[in-house]
């Protein structure tokens, strides 16, 4: 299995960006499908964006246009880059991986995950 490690999280203002990294070690990426989840205190584990083994993304609607993933094959790296950030965006960010390549947004098929990095938003 895949060892997962987040980073690039911290404070920025709304309106500001940032750009998560999930950095993988452990084994091969090939086959996996790798996704973003968030959770802020008394809510439930959240997707945000996802792709599979043969690299088809869903977004949660909500969000599309704001949040983009994307990967680094070579650098064994998945990045969620954020744009526009809004006080609801707080909260803890996790990376995800699962074997079978198609987690898709639902937290429930994913069996790999990092610690998760914190991104709080606030004037």
């Known amino acids: 299995q895949l060892q997962l490690v987040e980073s690039g999280g911290g404070l920025v203002q709304p309106g500001g960006s940032l750009r998560l990294s999930c950095e993988i070690s452990?084994?091969?990426?090939?086959?996996?499908?790798f996704a973003w989840f968030r959770q802020a205190p008394g809510t439930e584990r959240v997707g945000l964006a996802s792709?599979?083994?043969?690299?088809?993304?869903d977004y949660t609607d909500s969000l599309k246009g704001r949040f983009r993933i994307s990967s680094n094959v070579a650098k064994r790296t998945v990045f969620l880059q954020i744009d526009s950030l809004k006080p609801e965006d707080t909260g803890l960010y996790y990376c995800?991986?699962?074997?079978?390549?198609?987690?898709?947004?639902?937290?429930?098929?994913?069996?790999?995950w990092g610690r998760g990095t914190q991104v709080t938003v606030s004037s």
């Open positions: 995800a991986a699962e074997e079978a390549g198609v987690g898709w947004l639902d937290a429930a098929n994913y069996d790999i």
């Open positions: 452990g084994g091969s990426l090939d086959g996996y499908a």
């Open positions: 792709f599979t083994y043969d690299a088809a993304k």
